[in-house]
Nanobody, 123 residues
Framework: VQLQAFGGGLVQAGGSLRLSCTAS????????MGWFRQAPGKEREFVAA????????YYGDSVKGRFAISRDNAKNTVSLQMNSLKLEDTAVYYC?????????????????WGQGTLVTVSS
């Protein structure tokens, strides 16, 4: 599956931004979709993930209560609504897709990645 992420930009602290990721190919609903981020000099960090059928989403501790992941299988799209943004949310955000079992929060288990979209939160 090929992924394309978009929606990043510059936003003030406390503001909101919505990222989206579209997938090409078939059987989008069979993929677990995740969002990860990577700030300069830091490791890739788990942000959120959601199973193919939807259901209970998973979040990284640093974004719980502020971010919300959702998907629209009819449109082959997964989105990340980011609210109450903080300076430390500044990073390149990547969407990933995977199948199979394993820890949904581990980036290494994802098979496909989008190109990344930069989110910059300013004071």
């Amino acid at each position: 599956v090929q992924l394309q992420a978009f929606g990043g930009g510059l936003v003030q602290a406390g503001g909101s931004l919505r990222l989206s990721c579209t997938a090409s190919g078939r059987a989008f609903s069979s993929y677990i979709m995740g969002w990860f981020r990577q700030a300069p000099g830091k490791e890739r960090e788990f942000v959120a993930a959601i199973y193919g059928s939807g259901g209970i989403p998973y979040y990284g501790d640093s974004v719980k209560g502020r971010f919300a992941i959702s998907r629209d299988n009819a449109k082959n799209t997964v989105s990340l609504q980011m609210n109450s943004l903080k300076l430390e949310d500044t990073a390149v955000y990547y969407c990933g897709a995977r199948t199979g079992s394993g820890n949904i929060k581990e980036w290494i288990a994802y098979d496909s990645w989008g190109q990344g979209t930069l989110v910059t939160v300013s004071s």
